[in-house]
Structure formats: structure tokens, C-alpha cells
């Protein structure tokens, strides 16, 4: 059997009063697109703070293509996509992806930089300071950020959270492509329809602790809903 | 969860501190001084030396625990750290205190900007700030490696503070446990020694009480949790 | 290093672009000058005794200014996760955060200087060159525990106030020293124990630098 791409095995993570996950399992194979649906406070952002090594576990074993994600090789095979920027407003767009091309060693950074700047159709506004963007165009960049070093995994925590339409649909064509190309994708959100239209595979966090995990091909996006019925109120709100 | 440890602790800790005052204030011999206040005040020396002592061993508990719990995080080295800070700056509190109460009938001062005075004001406020600190985040992993942090840097940084006035005239009594004769007494050594066991036993009993209450606020707040999740 | 120069060279980029630091500190600076000259009229003499003094006082308070600048910028849209995902040691993160804060005080030390020299009428000699590695040593002191207290009290709300509750006391030592030694060079003539106390300043430098380096994964671990 191959190694996959993330190994998790009754992963707990609690301290004093705090339970944040409840002996979790996951396993996600290599090239395999996963969403992972939950409310806020449900453990999300813990799973995926573990999962990419700032957060230790207090039991359980977690294992990143075979390693602890804590290993420096791993950390450079991963990017985190969030509703924060990672981004600084005082920097242009090329600077600012310069200084993640030098921390990731990102070779040939000029040319990478290039296509990635016209893949997210901002080449125009390259040498402008990123505190001037829209919020859609700065998410663009968060995406071209985040895709600069060729990362295996991609942990994606509520992306499309405050997004356009136009840059949903970028995002969601980016997703593809680099699923195509073989990456390995984590994705958290409420959005159902994106999550059916998107990933393989879908599991439910609730209370700190996976209660569904299944295929998305034979299940619709309203069957999921009546598993984890608690979602729509969230959707009808977002 | 009163234990029978803690019932004879206590009786203990009481007999104690009455025969320590018996001896501090009976049985040791009058010293010989300009004045009668100045007399009564050096009583004060008793419990404003332990008191010191007291705040230094908890600092190094502190300092102690904040390694422990970096190296194996769990929670218990959190909470000894953070059990240890708080005795701590209540005894270098006392030592604050009993300090200007002797002064001003010996100096006539109640303060000054002293080598052995100023560095433990700033002792105090290193760890006055560690307990604030600890005050202004979020219970969780992340507050005890951060709160870890400055119990190391802290301690690291005590006998660089207390070294670094050390070339100001201080005019701390330093001879301590010499009698008016400039001799060590024996009664009021032993006086000393029997007030500073006393104390260390205070501390012991102060920090089993305090570590026991974070672990049943801890073992409670959970116990809610847990049924939140049923 | 490499991980370090990067963020070195983002730092002093962003700093050259709205030198919101330096600017702020360098008035800063001016404004503690002008409030002592009222708070404490005093005469010429006294005046050059309390200068050195002075002049600490005017870089501590501002070098606050750029410690609390230089995490804030981090916090700001989510870079301190960012750093910890990064795949470097956090070592080379926190000498990456001294570097930046170091040189920008450095740079304003520089620019506020002759104004002090102007305001005091200093005598400038050359024992005044000793003023160098004295400022250099004490700076560093100040900064490389500044940088790593500056993470810690970032992640909480209040933490301009927090960070001086914390950075003060301990620093306390390398502002006495430095203070002292300012002292000898402008008042008068370096002794023999003008070297050791020099000394005692770098080996707090180093002591705290190792250990700050040492600790600086734990503060960007969850």
C-alpha cells in the first residue's frame, strides 16, 4: 500500500478545560481532494493547524507524507490558504511575493513570479502596493502566494469566505487545475454546492470529532445537508 | 477535598507560627539599641528575610516548571509555574512591605533608591508582568508556551538585575545574624532558622492548596464541556 | 540566514517606504528632550550630569515605537501563522525580526544624536568614539530581548502596554550599564573599570540573544 499524502489516527488535542479534537481519524490519499464541513468552533482550524505542524497533538499519531509535519521538509510541501491575507499591505504584489519565493528557495523566482502573476490576472497591477487592492484582487494574490513553491498539500480554511463571484470562480478553476496536476487538497467550508462540485470526498466535524466521512459522487449536496442538517441555517445566512 | 495531609499540614503550620512568635518576640534577647521602636522593628528581620528567601525559591519553581513544561507540555507544569508566581509575588510583596516598616524608625525613610531595594521592586514587577501577561491571553496551549517563555527569561534575568546595582553604596544591613556584640547569637539564629522552616512550610502548603484549586477549576470546566458534547 | 536576510530585506523595505518608525521615533526623541529642558530647569552642570540619562531614555522610549511596529505589521493580515508554516527554523525568524528591529534603531540613533549633541553642547573628542560600540553594545541588549517579549505581548490586545510591563524590568540591567558607561565617556575619563562593565554588557547580549533564539519556536508554535 502507498503512503498517503496525510495519516491521521485518534488525533486529540485538549489542554486543561480546552477540548479542541476528539480522537480523529483521517486518511487522505495522494491527489485526493477532501472537504471538510463543520461549524465554527467545531475543530476545524485545529485539525488543520495540526495537520500543518504549529499545533502538536496531545495524543494520537499524525503523519504528512510519511513524517511528522513538524519536519522542515514537509512545511515546504504545504501552503495554507486562508481568509487571511498572508500578505503585507506596505509591499507591492512582486515584492511580496519575492520575499515568499526567497523563504520557500522557489527556483528561477523571476520567471514563476511572472506566470503566476498572469495566471491570477494581475500582471497590471504588479508594482502596485497591496493595500491599494480590492478584496477579491488581494485574494488573488493570496492564491498566487500560496501556489509559488509547488506545494504537494494544499489546506485551504475557508477560502471563499468575503469573496466576489469573480474571484470564486478563479479560485474554483485554480483548485481544478491544480488537482489535475496531481495535489493533494484540504479544503474547510460551508458552502455545500462548491464542497459537491469540488472535492472527492467529504467529512463532517461536529463536537470535535468526525461523525461522517464518505464519497461525494453518490451523495448530493441535499443528502449531506439532512446528515449534517445544522449547516443549512449557515448557508442561508453566508 | 480536604485531605487529612492538609488537616495536619495546617495544625502544623499554626503550632509553628505561634512558637515562632514566641521565640522572635519572648524568648531571643532584647538588642541593644538607640530606641525602643528601633528594638521592636528589628523584629521585623525575622519575617522580612524568609519572606525574601520564599520569593526567590518560588521564582526558581517558576523558572523550573516553565522548563518542564516546554520540554513535555502538560498542563500540570502550567499550572505549578503559574501557582509558584503567584506565592512568589505575594512573599517579595510581604518582603516590600516589612522592608519600609523597619526603615523608618532605623533610617527614618520609608524608602530609598537602595541596590538591595530597587532590585527587588524590579523582581517584582518581573513577575507582577508575567502574572499580567498571563491575565491578557486566552487560556490554551498557546498561553502556556508564551507565558513558559517569560518565566525562563525572568529568572535568567534576576541575578543580572541583583548583580548589576551591586556597585551602589547599599545601605541594607548586610551582617544580618550578627548580635549587638558584632557575634553570631545563638538564640536568635535559632530563632531565624526555626521562622524560615515555618515558612518554607507555608509555601509548600500555600502551593499544594493553589495547584489543587486550578486542577478542580480545570477538572470542572471540562466536566461542562464534556456535557455540552453529549 | 537566508530565511533571516529575506525578512530583513521586507522589513527595511517597508520601513524605507513609510518610515513610519523612524520618523516617529526621531520626534519622539525631540519631544523628550524639550519636555526635560521644562520639566527640569536646571543648570548647565546638572544638565550634563543627567544627560546620559537622558539620551537612554530617549531611545528606549522610542526603540518601543519600533518594537511594537515591527510585530504589529506581522499580526496584521494573519504573517505571524504564516511565519510558523514556514519551513525554517524559528531561530532564523526571530534573527530575521532582530536584524530589522536593530537597524532601524540603529538608523535613528544616529539621525537623533547631534541633536542631542547640538541641545547639551557636548564637547565632541575623540574618547566620544567610544561612545560606539557603548550605544551598539547596549542597543543590541535592548533589542534582542525586546524583539522576542515584542511576539510574545503581540498576541494580546493591549500590547503597547504589556510589552513595556514586560520588556522594562529585565532590561532594567543593560540601562543602568549603559547609562553608566554613556557617563564616563561624556563627563569624563575612561578608567580601568570603563572595559569590564563594557563587557558585562556584550555578555548580556549574547546570554539573552542564545536564549531568546533558543525560545523563539515555542512562541510561534500553538
Known sequence: MSTPALDLLDVSKDFGRII?????????????????????????????????????????????????????????????????????????????????????????????????L????????????????????????????????????????????????????????????????????????????????????????????????GPMKDTSPEAIRKKYFSIDTEVATA | MRSRIDK?????????????????????????????????????????????????????????????????????????????????????????????IWAKPVWGIWWTWDARLTSSLILWLIYVAFLMLRRYLPDGSKRANLSAVV????????????????????????????????????????????????????????????????????QVNKQFKEMELL | MRAALAILKKDLQMEFRSKESILAMWIFSLLIFVIFNFTFEVSRLVMLEIAPGLLWVAFIFSGMFGLNHSFAIEKENGNLRSMALMPVDGGQIYIGKFLSVTSIMLMFEILIFPIFVIFYDLQLSLQMLMLIPVILAGTIGFTSLGTILSAVSVHTRNQQILLSLLLWPLVSPIVIWSVNLTGVIINGEITASFYPLLIRVVAFDVIFFTLAYMLFDFILED
Open chain 1, 20 to 116: 479542541a479534537l476528539r480522537k480523529v481519524a483521517l486518511r487522505v490519499e495522494l491527489g485526493e481532494f477532501v472537504s471538510i464541513l463543520g461549524r465554527n468552533g467545531a475543530g476545524k482550524t485545529t485539525l488543520l493547524n495540526i495537520i500543518s505542524g504549529i499545533s502538536k497533538p496531545s495524543s494520537g499519531k499524525v503523519e504528512l507524507f510519511g513524517s511528522d509535519p513538524s519536519d522542515t521538509v514537509n512545511k515546504s510541501k504545504l501552503a495554507v490558504i486562508s481568509h487571511e491575507m498572508f500578505l503585507y499591505g506596505n509591499l507591492t504584489a512582486i515584492e511580496n511575493l519575492e520575499y515568499y519565493a526567497r523563504i520557500y528557495k522557489v527556483p528561477n523566482m523571476k520567471e514563476r513570479i511572472e506566470s503566476l
Open chain 2, 8 to 100: 495536619i499540614l495546617l495544625t502544623i503550620l499554626l503550632i509553628a507560627f505561634l512558637v515562632s512568635l514566641y521565640l522572635v518576640f519572648l524568648w531571643v534577647p532584647q538588642i541593644k539599641a538607640s530606641n525602643v521602636s528601633e528594638q521592636i522593628a528589628q523584629k521585623i528581620f525575622y519575617y522580612h528575610v524568609p519572606s525574601a528567601w520564599l520569593g526567590f525559591l518560588a521564582f526558581f519553581i517558576v523558572f523550573v516548571a516553565s522548563v518542564a513544561y516546554l520540554w513535555k507540555r502538560e498542563r500540570k507544569y502550567e499550572l505549578i509555574s503559574v501557582a509558584s508566581a503567584e506565592i512568589g509575588v505575594l512573599f517579595i510583596t510581604l518582603v516590600l512591605i516589612t522592608g519600609p
Open chain 2, 151 to 218: 518565566g525562563i527569561l525572568g529568572f535568567v534575568d534576576v541575578p543580572i538585575v541583583y548583580y548589576s546595582i551591586r556597585w551602589w553604596e547599599t545601605q541594607h544591613p548586610k551582617a544580618v545574624m550578627a548580635s549587638s556584640e558584632g557575634s553570631l547569637a545563638a538564640p536568635m539564629f535559632i530563632a531565624f532558622m526555626f521562622t524560615l522552616a515555618t515558612f518554607t512550610l507555608l509555601y509548600i502548603f500555600l502551593m499544594k492548596k493553589r495547584y489543587q484549586l486550578l486542577v478542580l477549576e480545570d
Open chain 1, 118 to 213: 498572469h495566471s491570477v490576472e494581475l500582471t497590471h497591477r504588479r508594482f502596485d502596493l497591496v493595500n491599494t487592492y480590492s478584496r477579491g484582487m488581494t485574494q488573488r494574490l493570496t492564491i498566487a502566494r500560496a501556489l509559488l513553491h509547488e506545494p504537494q498539500l494544499l489546506l485551504l480554511d475557508e477560502p471563499f469566505t468575503g469573496l466576489d463571484q469573480h474571484a470564486i470562480g478563479m479560485l474554483t478553476k485554480l483548485l481544478l487545475e491544480q488537482k489535475r496536476q496531481g495535489r493533494t487538497i484540504l479544503l474547510t467550508t460551508h458552502d455545500l454546492h462548491i464542497a459537491s462540485e469540488l472535492s472527492d470526498r467529504y467529512v463532517i466535524i461536529e463536537k470535535h470529532q468526525i461523525t461522517h466521512n
